[in-house]
């Protein structure tokens, strides 16, 4: 239901965008993240937007370098990826916050993935 | 905020059952009953299997149970599969958490 594109190779200093299309029904009533793995094979949130796209939030380590943001009428979510470092490398997943989760505090569907290496 | 705490690995025979561990803070696992648990092979999307702790969403085999006692949740998968055989990772509410979210460090699980 989830489908993320965008991932590459790409140098230190470089930019991505990553897209996210959704072909399920009720869009624009969802949070959406952008979760990523990394080598390690951790998860972590890096960026999450609320359903009408009026508020976002980044983890730290992204916070002025990433942005995330939303087209309800497309059903697409975006991470536009600036100034990427080493650490940036990591599988990429768009997950989406369940409703039937108290405090938003799952994820109900996820995308596979799209791979992004920071590499010179 | 830190990870939460989990095994690296798991491991049992087939029809046997494996518990699964993911140890938090009272800040976090032992705040609420908002921890969920989620099943990845390699290639394809993670899939949520447990939530609020012990709920199953549509489709999910009584196979996977949660639980929690204390700062401590887990998972159990009763009757191994070869299927079951994927990385799991809980995942916990965690109100002082910018996401207001915190993942596990994951679990391989092998079926012998």
């Known amino acids: 239901q989830l489908l993320e594109s965008g991932g590459d190779v790409v140098q230190p200093g470089g930019s991505l965008r990553l897209s996210c299309a959704d072909s399920g029904l009720g869009f624009g009533s969802f949070v959406f993240d952008w979760v990523r793995q990394g080598p390690d094979m951790g998860l972590d949130c890096v960026a999450s937007?609320?359903?009408?796209?009026?508020?976002?939030s980044y983890a730290e380590s992204v916070q002025g370098r990433f942005s995330i943001s939303r087209d309800n009428s497309q059903k697409l979510v975006f991470l536009q990826m600036n100034s990427l470092r080493f650490e940036d490398t990591g599988l990429y997943f768009c997950?989406?916050?369940?409703?039937?989760?108290?405090?938003?505090?799952?994820?109900?569907?996820w995308g596979q993935g799209t791979p992004v290496t920071v590499s010179s | 905020q830190s990870a939460l705490t989990q095994p690296p690995s798991a491991s049992g025979s087939p029809g046997q059952a494996v518990t699964i561990s993911c140890a938090g803070t009272s800040s976090d696992v032992g705040d609420s009953n908002y921890v969920s648990w989620y099943q990845l092979y390699p290639g394809k999307a993670p899939r949520l299997i447990i939530y609020e702790v012990l709920k199953r969403p549509s489709g999910i085999p009584a196979r996977f149970s949660g639980s929690k006692s204390g700062n401590t949740a887990s998972l159990t998968v009763s009757g191994l599969q070869p299927d079951d055989e994927a990385d799991y990772y809980c995942l916990s509410y965690a109100r002082n958490n910018h996401f207001a979210v915190v993942f596990g460090t994951g679990t391989t699980v092998t079926v012998l």
């Open positions: 997950a989406r916050r369940a409703i039937f989760c108290r405090r938003r505090s799952c994820f109900d569907e």
């Open positions: 937007i609320s359903a009408d796209g009026s508020v976002e």
